[in-house]
């Protein structure tokens, strides 16, 4: 039941930003978006989430439309431990994150 | 000890045992919870503590049972499973605001998982 749609794979050049967008078209109103990712075999690990707002941490920014129907988490400059499988989320219910299948980034020297 | 730690990483185990995984955190949250991931499926919720009490239970089988004992601990005992049981199981915690807003809401940390292998 997941809630939002993202590119199965993608290739990004160390030392380049890696842009990864993601859809959300039927999003509410007060619904946050977030993005986890998951390093092979390993659990998942939060990086960021917005509601409205731009917003940046150290790990990365997130871009939000102003429709809010679409996403780009940015990661400014890949390297390649950020090779893994990007999670874009909406919460389904009060306690359910619905994790869909992400995005596999490859980050390539 | 910081954040989530999952024992035993690794359980192979055969199909008329009884094993446990046991999860626990150190970030002062409230809420815990069970995942599993199974090859090549996205995470699936099993079962939500919050404040000890159980809020979630997604249509697992009997043959998982979640403990809650404190809100620092968390079990999920196994028994009689089947090989399609063997996956990755994931503990995650998180602060559980009153409300959607605020940094802590539904920011889950997670463990590293325990590899199960049902023979």
């Known amino acids: 039941d997941a809630k939002t749609t993202q590119p199965p794979s993608m290739d990004c050049a160390e030392g380049r930003a890696a842009n990864l967008p993601c859809n959300h078209s039927?999003?509410?109103?007060?619904?946050?978006v977030y993005w986890y990712r998951q390093i092979h075999s390993q659990g998942p690990q939060y990086i960021i989430h917005?509601?409205?707002n731009n917003e940046t941490n150290e790990m990365a920014s997130l871009i939000i439309t102003e429709d809010r129907k679409s996403s780009t988490l940015i990661l400014p400059h890949a390297t390649l431990r950020d090779t893994a499988v990007y999670y874009c989320?909406?919460?389904?219910?009060?306690?359910?994150?619905?994790f869909g299948a992400g995005t596999t980034v490859t980050v390539r020297a | 000890e910081t954040g989530v730690t999952q024992t035993p990483r690794h359980l192979v185990m055969g199909m008329t045992n009884k094993k446990s995984l046991k999860c626990e955190q150190h970030?002062?949250?409230?809420?815990m919870y069970w995942y599993k991931q199974s090859a090549k499926k996205p995470l699936e919720l099993m079962f939500v503590?919050?404040?000890?009490?159980?809020?979630e239970n997604n249509s697992v089988p009997s043959r998982f049972s979640p403990e809650c004992p404190n809100s620092s601990h968390l079990f999920l005992h196994l028994h009689t499973l089947q090989p399609e049981d063997s996956a990755l199981y994931l503990c995650?915690?998180?602060?559980?605001?009153?409300?959607?807003?605020?940094?802590?809401?539904?920011?889950?940390?997670f463990g590293a998982g325990s590899r199960l292998t049902v023979l």
């Open positions: 995650a915690s998180s602060q559980d605001g009153r409300s959607d807003r605020g940094l802590g809401a539904n920011v889950l940390t």
């Open positions: 039927t999003i509410s109103g007060n619904e946050y």
């Open positions: 917005g509601l409205k």
């Open positions: 989320i909406v919460r389904v219910r009060r306690y359910k994150l619905s």
């Open positions: 970030l002062g949250h409230n809420a």
């Open positions: 503590y919050s404040l000890e009490e159980r809020v």
